[in-house]
């Protein structure tokens, strides 16, 4: 019995330093539990109750068995504890990859020299109902053979899908061609002369109506440039984003009874140059013209002369009510009664007009700022 109970002694000391280095491995690997594994396997072992003599050998053997079997059930919870861990700490969120650019999520990109027609159905035969520019954006709907239906501004209908990109290669353009706009969010918007309300006011613009942004808000002030005129308005009246170039419609060339073949065709030749760029000084319809460069330009090609100058144009025809204009008449604008810009109307209350070097030659709504006048130069 003296031997057994010294072997059972042996045993414990051999157990007890065992749960000391398990402890310590424990500890390293930082891994919490009730209590140690090993501690189950010594108690197992000195409350096993034999019938033979204890030996050395055997007692050993016996404890090394209980201990091998909670040892492989304590490596099964430590290492699923581990992975646990791991995967805690590695796993993320998972996070939706935010592909909107200016409120596009199936962004295209018009990839052309001139312009882009948009038909109304899918085939050359088919109205067009709008033109892109180059580097003009649009929402991708589907595609249908070799057109591909898109929405872009006010227009919806279906272009040669050769000429529209999309995915990186339509960011990637996207990300060169935003600019920043300021929507105007009140009644009239006062542009003016300096960021103060003692400053001049240089333009009156209306509700809804979009207008270039030259800077962020500073000082509860943004720049802002209206046709080639640059001045300040209050941030307060202005919703910043950042937008993309979109399609004109063409809708506006469906005029009604009334208006004479003239200005039929004079507003549809002038329409052909949307998109084209604005030069200061320049007369060209395609390289890039002025306000009046422009209007002088149009008129040129039926016979009327105009000066080179927005101020000295209107004397060049009748003065008349902008509520009785007619496509082809001549908008005015500017601040007070100083003209600065001029416009041809092309009926629906819109205008086209060489605006300035950010947005080139567009069609806009006649009323975005007050015209100072209106002159009918075409007198029919």
């Not at 010594?42 to 096993?48: C, D, G, I, T, Y």
């Amino acid at each position: 019995m003296r031997h057994i109970k010294k072997i059972r002694a042996g045993a414990v000391i051999l157990f007890a330093s065992a749960i000391t280095i398990c402890g310590t491995i424990q500890n390293h690997m930082q891994v919490e539990q009730s209590e140690p594994v090993f501690a189950v396997g010594a108690a197992k072992a000195l409350s096993v109750e034999n019938t033979e003599p204890l030996t050395l050998t055997s007692g050993v053997a016996n404890v090394l068995s209980d201990y091998e079997g909670e040892k492989s059930v304590g490596e099964i919870a430590v290492a699923k504890s581990q992975t646990n861990m791991v995967t805690a700490g590695q796993q993320e969120e998972p996070q939706e990859e935010d592909t909107d650019i200016c409120g596009y999520s199936n962004l295209g990109i018009a990839v052309v020299d001139d312009t882009l027609n948009i038909r109304e159905n899918a085939s050359t035969d088919s109205d067009i109902v709008g033109k892109m520019t180059p580097n003009a954006a649009c929402e991708i709907v589907g595609t249908e053979g070799e057109w591909t239906q898109i929405t872009s501004g006010n227009v919806t209908g279906y272009v040669k899908s050769e000429y529209i990109v999309s995915g990186d290669e339509a960011r990637t353009i996207a990300e060169g061609e935003k600019k920043l706009i300021a929507t105007v969010n009140t009644d009239t918007l006062r542009v003016r002369t300096q960021a103060t309300t003692d400053a001049e006011i240089l333009a009156l613009v209306g509700n809804g109506e979009q207008i270039t942004a030259l800077s962020q808000a500073q000082d509860g002030w943004v720049q802002v440039e209206v046709d080639d005129v640059q001045g300040y308005v209050s941030a307060e009246f202005v919703d910043l984003s950042e937008t993309l170039p979109t399609a004109q419609s063409m809708t506006e060339l469906k005029y009604g009874s009334g208006v004479s073949d003239a200005r039929v065709s004079l507003v549809a030749y002038a329409c052909q140059f949307v998109g084209n760029p604005y030069v200061w000084g320049g007369t060209s319809l395609t390289n890039g013209a002025d306000c009046s460069g422009f209007t002088l330009s149009i008129f040129a090609k039926y016979g009327i002369y105009l000066p080179h100058s927005s101020r000295a144009q209107p004397n060049c025809g009748t003065i008349i009510s902008a509520s009785d204009a007619q496509p082809g008449d001549l908008f005015f604008y500017g601040s007070g009664n100083s003209i600065s810009h001029v416009a041809i109307y092309i009926g629906n209350g819109q205008i086209v007009h060489a605006s300035n070097e950010t947005t080139g030659i567009i069609i806009s709504n006649a009323f975005y700022r007050t015209p100072i006048c209106v002159s009918n130069v075409l007198g029919n």
